[in-house]
């Protein structure tokens, strides 16, 4: 079965400063897409940014971009210029291809960002 | 404007009490799924459905029954809620992949929040 790991329940940053979240997969699949979500305050769960496996460039939103190391099953977001809108529950997913459909979303249980001004 | 809208938002019952929380989209997804989120434990998923009358047990289905008898709705239904089922649950919906206009992504309700006495 797939897994998704955040080894850091929770990250602080300075304002304006720089700070990376961690997140490792488990799958045999070769097919999937990854993505990490912000879930404010408000509890509504936004999509920050997407990856899909077979794409090697690393996608970049903005100030967010990630490092998608496919062999080491590792799949980090870099938010820079941390803003103070940037406070949040993070949660990094994975959702596999797998015929003419894709699977179940599957979420790691979440790295909670503070961003000290 | 496209979204996935659920209802009640906010729920205080007692234990068995039979309780539906609705959950309809107007984007014409054929992918539809349930989720609770508790703290420490992330998002896990409870039913899911791949397009009408094709429902499936996420990760957590005990003490919850779903249905889906047309494509735009996806209701939760508790048959005799219990305290351990206190929880954020959303619906949330995806186009079928093969879809033009598929990323992969789920687009999430705003969450509805459900306490058992």
């Known amino acids: 079965a797939q897994t998704v790991t955040q080894s850091q329940p929770e990250m602080s940053v300075q304002e304006a400063e720089t700070v990376t979240l961690s997140c490792t997969y488990d799958?045999?699949?070769?097919?999937?897409?990854l993505f990490w979500y912000k879930q404010p305050p408000s509890r509504q769960m936004i999509l920050v940014i997407r990856q899909e496996a077979y794409k090697q460039q690393n996608a970049t939103e903005n100030r967010f971009s990630v490092n998608f190391q496919k062999a080491a099953k590792s799949f980090s977001l870099k938010i820079s210029d941390s803003q103070l809108g940037d406070a949040a529950m993070y949660f990094c997913a994975y959702r596999r291809y797998y015929g003419g459909s894709q699977g179940n979303l599957i979420f790691g249980k979440g790295t909670k960002l503070s961003v000290k001004p | 404007e496209a979204q996935v809208t659920q209802n009640p938002r906010y729920l205080i019952t007692v234990t068995g009490k039979k309780l539906t929380v609705t959950c309809s989209q107007n984007?014409?997804?054929?992918?539809m799924s349930w989720y609770r989120q508790d703290p420490g434990l992330g998002l896990r998923q409870i039913y899911y459905s791949m397009n009408v009358e094709v429902t499936d047990k996420g990760d957590v289905p005990e003490g919850y029954k779903v249905s889906r008898k047309e494509k735009r709705n996806f209701p939760l239904i508790l048959e005799s809620p219990s305290p351990n089922q206190t929880s954020l649950y959303f619906c949330?919906?995806?186009?079928?992949?093969?879809?033009?206009?598929?990323?992969?992504?789920?687009?999430f309700g705003e969450g509805s929040r459900l306490t058992v006495l």
């Open positions: 984007m014409n997804h054929e992918y």
């Open positions: 949330a919906s995806s186009p079928d992949r093969r879809d033009s206009r598929n990323t992969g992504e789920l687009f």
């Open positions: 799958t045999s699949e070769s097919d999937y897409y």
